[in-house]
């Protein structure tokens, strides 16, 4: 396959977005574990997020983890881009095919990759406003600087703290996350078995775990903004 087939034919496009996809996959892990230092605040109050503004700093402060961060947005463009482009394909070839639509006996949420992929970036656009612009660009928010042991650092934690006292706001996290866990439920074993990773002896096993992947990370993410707005932490 030649670089050019790689961006243009329906199997190259299925393999880009089955390799950005596990990318994301494993971002998710690394973004929802480091997000969960913020639950030291549920063992020890007097904590007040120190665990997590530490763990952000390490991270924004890392060079090697900055240029992961470029390929990360890459990842994501080059996902969004190309699922666009797969969903108008089948779109086509639906309304050519078949007069009504056609069911396969495949789930809502198989059909709807492309519906539920556009309800993530809406949430992503906000989420990165929140928090991304703000820690690497303008600074709102967090003009109030933390030290710890003398080293200066964001106030991570207190940014959260103040972006989760409107409902709406945790309203759409939540919104965003339940599309994200549909999301995955398809997206896992689609990605797994566009990389050849297909058999029936591990088919079971691989749909599992990609749902109990997408159903842990989803709730974790969820019961972040929740536990900030009920006063859990912070
Ligand atoms: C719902 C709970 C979530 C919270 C509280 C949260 C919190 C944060 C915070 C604090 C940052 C900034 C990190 C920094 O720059 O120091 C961040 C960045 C980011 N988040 Fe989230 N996040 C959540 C869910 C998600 C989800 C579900 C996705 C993906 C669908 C996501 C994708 C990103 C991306 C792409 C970045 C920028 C990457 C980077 O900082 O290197 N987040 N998030």
Redesign the pocket.
């Known amino acids: 396959m030649t670089w050019k087939q790689v961006f243009t034919s329906s199997v190259g496009k299925k393999l880009v977005m089955g390799l950005t996809g596990i990318s994301?996959v494993l971002?998710?892990i690394v973004?929802?574990g480091?997000?969960a230092c913020?639950f030291a605040d549920l063992v020890n109050p007097e904590e007040n997020g120190e665990m997590f503004n530490k763990a952000?700093?390490f991270?924004?402060s890392t060079v090697l983890?900055r240029i992961?961060?470029i390929g990360?947005?890459a990842g994501?463009i080059l996902h969004i881009a190309q699922g666009y482009l797969l969903t108008l394909e089948n779109q086509k070839r639906r309304s050519v095919g078949y007069a009504v639509t056609y069911k396969d006996g495949s789930k809502w949420y198989s059909r709807s990759m492309g519906l539920l992929g556009t309800l993530?970036l809406i949430?992503?656009i906000l989420?990165?406003y929140?928090?991304?612009v703000?820690?690497?660009f303008t600074g709102k928010g967090l003009e109030e600087e933390i030290t710890y042991n003398g080293v200066v650092m964001?106030n991570?934690f207190g940014?959260?703290k103040a972006?989760?006292t409107e409902w709406w706001i945790v309203v759409v996290?939540?919104l965003?996350?339940i599309s994200?866990a549909y999301h995955l439920a398809h997206g896992f074993q689609s990605a797994f078995k566009t990389l050849g990773v297909h058999n029936k002896r591990y088919n079971i096993m691989l749909i599992s775990i990609g749902y109990g992947y997408s159903i842990i990370?989803?709730a974790?993410?969820?019961l972040?903004?929740v536990s900030f707005i009920m006063g859990w932490i912070g």
Do not use: Q
């Open positions: 994301l971002f998710l973004h929802a480091i997000n913020i952000a700093h991270m924004g983890i992961m961060e990360l947005f994501i993530i949430f992503l989420h990165l929140h928090f991304w703000s820690a690497r964001h991570m940014l959260m972006t989760f996290y939540a965003g996350c994200l990370i989803a974790l993410f969820i972040m903004p």
